[in-house]
């Protein structure tokens, strides 16, 4: 079993940028793919991006392709998301969630994704 929390959420204007890190946590070692999605209020939960356990590949969503990066420190377990350019809709709450079955590949459904963080609010102001 994963245990992933989120940090670095926040209000930020429109231009701004913010940073999310995922820590992952487990009793017993086993690699994972990480992917990034977002929920605002009464949408469904899209996919951002994911990156597989030796960062070799990573996945973008088109809307965020060229202003988000992903990134991760297995030494630290934590994954990284850097979002530049942030836009209004942008706004949502963010989860990272880990793929264990995987770790090579970077899945970009929901339901691939076995463990899940509680979500960070990221608000971006216009």
């Known amino acids: 079993q994963v245990q992933l929390v989120e940090s670095g959420g926040g209000l930020v204007q429109a231009g701004g940028s913010l940073r999310l890190s995922c820590a992952a946590s487990?009793?017993?070692?086993?690699?994972?793919?990480m992917g990034w999605f977002r929920q605002a209020p009464g949408k469904e939960r899209e996919f951002v991006g994911g990156i597989n356990w030796s960062s070799s590949r990573t996945d973008y969503a088109d809307s965020v392709k060229g202003r988000f990066t992903i990134s991760r420190d297995n030494a630290k377990n934590t994954v990284y998301l850097q979002m530049n350019s942030l836009k209004p809709e942008d706004t949502a709450v963010y989860y990272c969630a880990a793929d264990t079955l995987r770790p090579w590949a970077v899945a970009t459904l929901s339901h691939e994704y076995r463990y899940w963080g509680q979500g960070t609010q990221v608000t971006v102001s216009s």
């Open positions: 487990a009793r017993t070692f086993s690699p994972y793919t």
